[in-house]
């Protein structure tokens, strides 16, 4: 499709067994439903007003390779395996991307991801290893699956919130990266883990109300650097 692949009702299937791949060099907008199965959609477009939306529906495969192009989410997305940015730039807008893939690296970004004021969602279970959170700038990012360890791919900055709802976020051994956040801080959902290692986590927020829940987690360097920025423990702080 060279240019809007749009579905205003019914049902778009890549076909059972098939897999069917789609190659859209416009807007995608789903208003039914569509199947991806194990298929891939390739994002192609150049220009810098394409958009996303998805409908509810999850993709399988999303790469984006459109030298220069643009597209942003206009509702909630899911990547199902992988999420590729090859060429062009992925706007996230405000809406949550749920990144669900169980490769260990459901987010390759060899383009540029621009979170705006979204949320990325890590929930995959990578029954081979760890899953890697891809170093990218996060508005507010999400850690969520009891069974497993999400481990950072270098020095992250998450601009808006974090929450590790369940399973481990990992700074890696003998790496110790550093986050910084600037927003709350949440790690109290069940089976929610940090391992700070040596790493150190800054908290940048310049708001009066940010909110620190480590969960009786422990960090290592601890370093608020925020101008006018109050955060308020909501439990005891190791």
Same mark, same amino acid.
């Given at each position: 499709?060279s240019n809007n692949?749009?579905?205003?009702?019914?049902t778009l299937?890549?076909k059972?067994g098939?897999?069917?791949?789609l190659s859209?060099?416009?807007?995608?907008s789903?208003a039914?439903?569509? /199947?991806a199965?194990?298929?891939?959609?390739?994002l192609?477009?150049?220009?810098s007003?394409n958009?996303i939306t998805?409908?509810g +529906?999850a993709?399988?495969?999303?790469?984006q390779?459109?030298?220069g192009g643009?597209y942003?989410l206009?509702?909630a997305?899911?990547?199902?395996n992988?999420?590729t940015i090859?060429?062009?730039?992925l706007?996230?807008?405000?809406?949550t991307?749920?990144?669900s893939?169980?490769?260990?690296t459901?987010?390759? $970004?060899?383009?540029t991801?621009?979170? #705006?004021?979204?949320t990325?969602?890590?929930?995959g279970?990578?029954s081979?290893? $760890?899953t890697t959170? /891809?170093n990218?700038t996060y508005y507010?990012?999400t850690?969520?699956n009891?069974?497993?360890?999400y481990?950072l791919a270098g020095?992250?900055?998450v601009g808006g919130n974090?929450?590790? #709802?369940?399973g481990?976020?990992?700074t890696?051994?003998?790496?110790?990266y #550093?986050?910084?956040v600037?927003?709350?801080?949440?790690?109290?959902?069940d089976f929610?883990t940090f +391992?700070a290692?040596r790493g150190?986590? +800054?908290?940048?927020?310049?708001?009066?109300?940010?909110t620190i829940?480590?969960g009786?987690?422990?960090?290592?360097?601890?370093?608020?650097?925020?101008?006018?920025? /109050?955060?308020t423990?909501?439990d005891?702080?190791?």
């Amino acid at each position: 499709v060279s240019n809007n692949l749009t579905i205003t009702a019914g049902t778009l299937d890549s076909k059972s067994g098939r897999n069917y791949a789609l190659s859209v060099g416009g807007n995608f907008s789903n208003a039914g439903t569509f /199947t991806a199965r194990s298929g891939t959609v390739t994002l192609t477009g150049t220009d810098s007003d394409n958009t996303i939306t998805s409908g509810g +529906t999850a993709f399988y495969n999303l790469p984006q390779n459109g030298s220069g192009g643009t597209y942003t989410l206009q509702d909630a997305g899911a990547v199902s395996n992988v999420l590729t940015i090859t060429a062009g730039t992925l706007n996230g807008g405000s809406s949550t991307l749920t990144l669900s893939g169980t490769t260990g690296t459901p987010f390759v $970004n060899n383009g540029t991801f621009t979170a #705006s004021t979204g949320t990325v969602a890590y929930t995959g279970d990578n029954s081979g290893g $760890n899953t890697t959170v /891809t170093n990218v700038t996060y508005y507010s990012l999400t850690i969520s699956n009891t069974f497993e360890t999400y481990v950072l791919a270098g020095n992250t900055t998450v601009g808006g919130n974090l929450t590790i #709802s369940s399973g481990t976020l990992d700074t890696v051994s003998g790496q110790n990266y #550093s986050l910084g956040v600037g927003g709350n801080w949440d790690s109290s959902g069940d089976f929610a883990t940090f +391992t700070a290692r040596r790493g150190t986590v +800054t908290f940048t927020g310049t708001d009066s109300d940010n909110t620190i829940t480590s969960g009786n987690d422990s960090f290592y360097n601890l370093t608020q650097n925020g101008s006018g920025g /109050t955060y308020t423990m909501q439990d005891a702080l190791t």
